[in-house]
């Protein structure tokens, strides 16, 4: 099996891992890590969006442009996922913090006791 096809499948595994994460499980930390996987999958999704089975996205001097132009991997989706990474790692650092506070003052981190009308 293609390579590629190998990588979608495993990237839509993964969004749905998360997606029944975020959608039906009841802690909060367990959505955060839902919210995680998913943002994996998508992170995956667009590496092999940008994966062409060849080279690094780097023009050396001895390739004539053609050739590079054919051979390189593509370089927009490497800098997309650098920078999603860095804003996971930021959401994730907040999200954390949130939690910490819902369960100072509840007490608890299951959301159905937190969303619960009073």
Do not use: W
Not at 16 to 39: P, T
Not at 93 to 112: D, E, H, N, P
């Amino acid at each position: 099996m293609d390579f590629q096809i190998v990588s979608f499948i495993a990237s839509g595994i993964l969004v749905i891992i998360g997606l029944y994460g975020v959608f039906f499980v009841d802690n909060i930390l367990k959505k955060i890590i839902a919210l995680e996987i998913m943002g994996s999958g998508i992170n995956l999704v667009l590496i092999t969006i940008g994966y062409n089975g060849g080279t690094i996205p780097i023009k050396l001097p001895n390739v004539p442009v053609e050739v590079f132009a054919k051979k390189s991997a593509y370089p927009l989706t490497q800098a997309l996922v650098l920078t999603n990474i860095v804003i996971e790692a930021s959401m994730l650092a907040v999200m954390l913090g949130v939690s910490i506070i819902l369960y100072k003052k509840y007490k608890t981190l299951k959301s159905s006791v937190i969303l619960k009308e009073d």
